[in-house]
């Protein structure tokens, strides 16, 4: 059973920032101390001039594959939707499952995000959750709930008795991030 704590939660609606939270506290975490081995992954908006035409998924280490897109190609009319996006599943499980094995010399995980996209392969909450049953600290973004509703994977995450939940907010942004921060450093001096 996890450590009530080790497990950090970001919550909040699209566009507050919940990914440039986690880069930033990862950036700050490095440069204090640039022989922590963290792993995980992160999603970015892939755009063409002003307009979001996708995501891709982005290694800590910043190898990158297409997670989902509105450009249509001859595979992607069987991929499952996301509003306007069709989820690229074997491409996101190739970059992103491999950074979610659980390793002895690992020191912190960093999943952006636990999201609807993401939950489209099968093979991605259980490596989720064992991350979540490692004890090694686990920092993750997660949707807000849609029409009062979580999926269902991030309830349990949301539930999970080590897991703390932070809800941003454009005003509270800094105060979470340096919040988020000082646990992680103090979790990370306990292990």
């Known amino acids: 059973m996890a450590v009530p704590g080790k497990c950090l939660l970001v ?17 700050t975490l490095k440069a204090s101390n640039p022989n922590l081995k963290i792993q995980g992954f992160y999603t970015s908006e892939v755009r063409q001039g002003s307009e979001r035409v996708g995501f ?3 290694t800590l280490d910043g190898r990158t594959a297409p997670l989902a897109s509105t450009i249509s190609s ?3 009319f069987r991929w499952p939707n996301v509003g306007k996006y069709k989820v690229n599943v074997a491409s996101f499980e190739s970059l992103a499952l491999p950074e979610l094995q659980v390793k002895e010399d690992t020191d912190l995980f960093i999943i952006d995000e636990v999201g609807k996209m993401e ?3 099968s093979s991605f909450f259980p490596a989720v959750w064992k991350v ?6 686990l920092l993750a973004s997660v949707p807000i709930p849609k029409f009062g509703r979580d999926i269902p994977g991030v309830a349990r995450l949301k539930n999970h008795p080590g897991a703390t939940i932070f809800t941003l907010s454009p005003s ?3 105060a979470v ?6 646990q992680l450093v103090d979790l990370l001096s306990k292990q």
């Open 11 to 27: 919550t909040g609606p699209p566009g507050v920032g919940k990914s440039t939270l986690i880069m930033r506290v990862f950036e």
């Open 56 to 58: 891709q998924v982005v």
């Open 74 to 76: 001859p595979e992607s």
């Open 119 to 121: 939950l489209y392969s």
């Open 132 to 137: 979540l049953e490692s004890n090694i600290p």
């Open 172 to 174: 509270n942004r800094d």
């Open 177 to 182: 991030k340096e919040e988020i921060y000082l």
